[in-house]
């Protein structure tokens, strides 16, 4: 069907520019063994979740992609 040919490809979103956006986002570093996210923005970002980050390694948020890390503590 002609009507959804793309033809002009420079207008067309990209679809991994959010992954490249969030990417770009530093690790926020949180004191605690869990990150709570909403997404920021307030009615514009998404239910609030929390994030174990008892791993030691940035984790993900599920529905943004923001990742957090647990700051280091020293003994």
């Not at 490249?20 to 990150?35: I, K, M, T, Y």
């Amino acid at each position: 069907d002609p009507r959804f040919v793309q033809m002009e490809l420079d207008g067309q979103p990209r679809p991994m520019a959010a992954i490249e956006l969030v990417a770009e986002e530093p690790v926020r570093v949180v004191d605690g063994r869990l990150a709570c996210c909403d997404g920021g923005d307030g009615a514009l970002g998404h239910p609030r979740v929390w994030i174990n980050l008892d791993e030691g390694k940035p984790e993900s948020c599920g529905y943004c992609g923001l990742r957090f890390e647990m700051k280091p503590h020293h003994h």
